[in-house]
């Protein structure tokens, strides 16, 4: 399989050598479309082909070159699952490149196995984990979503700045459950908090009473849930409430999605505090007049950072005049960064038309893009609360 790999991507290359025109471009959209996050995926996905539409629409990419999406699951949480996905949109669709995967572990184990090793480019709108700062990836990751290291810095402060200063914690027992914990627990005690207990948990069960019972009996009042909002992370909140172990829970990116409260209801009015990737720059409220117009839900997260991935992919691709994924790569950054034109979310066809014409873009988008070494969202975080049966956005961070 990786001789068939080598040749398929080789062949690639040589079809999309510099200078070649292309009339479709292939770029796979590798999401958990089953799974922990499936409720949130469809916006997701959505968001992405929305600005795959706007480039293809413009009739300025490679010389009038279309973009066609092409989805494929990764389930989320199934490594194999997720690598086989992406061996398939590499030797059967010969994708270009891969916005995804979504969930951390998925993102590692196509990296590390398909798209890496095939000088594939892949733009996670929403793998988090900090792990994925140092994987030996050739510069072909990037990120649009910032590190959870930023992320548990940010949930630490904000708790003590609330005056919470002892939790109960509990996480998904994956790269990305384990990774927020190492970080927002560091953090929060370098703050002087303390975490009373730190205990995993599994997806899938059907009940979750004996893992509250252990949480509730190490005596804090406020319980952390980093999980997902579709498994485990709702099972753990809907059996605390079921018992009145806890009533106050502190919640990340991947609780954040509209099936929790529909799953609750009003029971969870007034103790919800949580974080997820957002930003209150003009951008945000460009994208999210385009997103409605367009029947997406922009305020589901990861909607703006989808968005804005496939959009950097695109734009790299006109910045390097052909999609060779290692050209693409080495375009990310100009295309992101600047100094140029401030691109943002709409105006793809104007970026696409100052790069034709050798000139230089920042693509500012729909999350203030920024990105770092190594290829990451330097990054915001909207703070919400559920009030009302809604979340609110009570600050940015």
């Known amino acids: 399989m990786r001789k068939l790999l080598l040749a398929t991507a080789a062949s690639a290359m040589i079809a999309a050598a510099p200078g070649a025109v292309a009339d479709e471009v292939k770029i796979g959209i590798l999401f958990g479309f089953t799974g922990p996050l499936e409720s949130i995926t469809p916006h997701m996905a959505a968001s992405a082909e929305l600005a795959m539409k706007e480039i293809s629409d413009s009739g300025l990419l490679l010389d009038g070159a279309t973009i066609t999406p092409i989805r494929a699951d990764s389930t989320c949480v199934d490594a194999a699952a997720a690598t086989a996905a992406a061996e398939r949109l590499i030797t059967s669709d010969g994708v270009a490149a891969i916005v995804g995967a979504d969930c951390s572990g998925a993102s590692t184990a196509v990296a590390n196995n398909v798209a890496v090793p095939n000088g594939i480019l892949m733009m996670s709108p929403s793998s988090t984990s900090p792990a994925l700062s140092t994987i030996n990836d050739n510069g072909y990751f990037f990120r649009t979503a910032p590190s959870d290291a930023r992320q548990g810095a940010v949930i630490a402060d904000l708790l003590?700045?609330?005056g919470i200063g002892t939790v109960a914690l509990t996480y998904t027992n994956n790269d990305y459950?384990?990774?927020?914990?190492?970080?927002?627990?560091?953090?929060?005690t370098a703050a002087g908090g303390s975490v009373v207990i730190s205990a995993a948990h599994e997806d899938g069960r059907g009940d979750y009473s004996a893992e509250v019972g252990a949480l509730a009996a190490a005596g804090a009042e406020h319980l952390v849930v980093f999980g997902y909002v579709d498994q485990g992370g709702r099972g753990i909140i809907q059996a605390s409430l079921d018992v009145g172990a806890f009533d106050s829970f502190i919640l990340a990116d991947g609780m954040f999605g509209d099936s929790l409260i529909e799953a609750i209801g009003p029971e969870l009015d007034g103790k919800v505090l949580g974080t997820v990737p957002g930003s209150e720059a003009e951008g945000?409220?460009?994208?999210?007049a385009l997103a409605t117009a367009?029947?997406?839900?922009?305020?589901?997260?990861?909607t703006g950072e989808s968005y804005d991935a496939a959009a950097l992919v695109a734009l790299a691709m006109q910045a390097a005049g052909t999609t060779d994924s290692a050209a693409v790569r080495d375009n990310i950054m100009r295309v992101a960064n600047g100094p140029g034109e401030p691109i943002?979310?709409?105006?793809?066809?104007?970026g696409l038309q100052i790069l034709k014409d050798g000139g230089e873009i920042d693509y500012v988008g729909a999350t203030g893009v920024q990105l770092i070494e190594p290829g990451e969202a330097a990054g915001s975080y909207?703070?919400?609360?559920?009030?009302?049966?809604?979340?609110r956005t009570i600050e940015f961070r």
Do not use: W
């Open 284 to 288: 945000a409220d460009i994208f999210a």
């Open 177 to 188: 459950g384990r990774g927020l914990t190492e970080a927002f627990t560091t953090a929060f």
């Open 344 to 350: 943002m979310p709409g105006e793809l066809a104007k």
């Open 294 to 302: 367009a029947g997406v839900n922009a305020s589901s997260a990861f």
């Open 382 to 391: 909207r703070v919400y609360e559920v009030v009302d049966g809604a979340f």
């Open 160 to 162: 003590m700045d609330r």
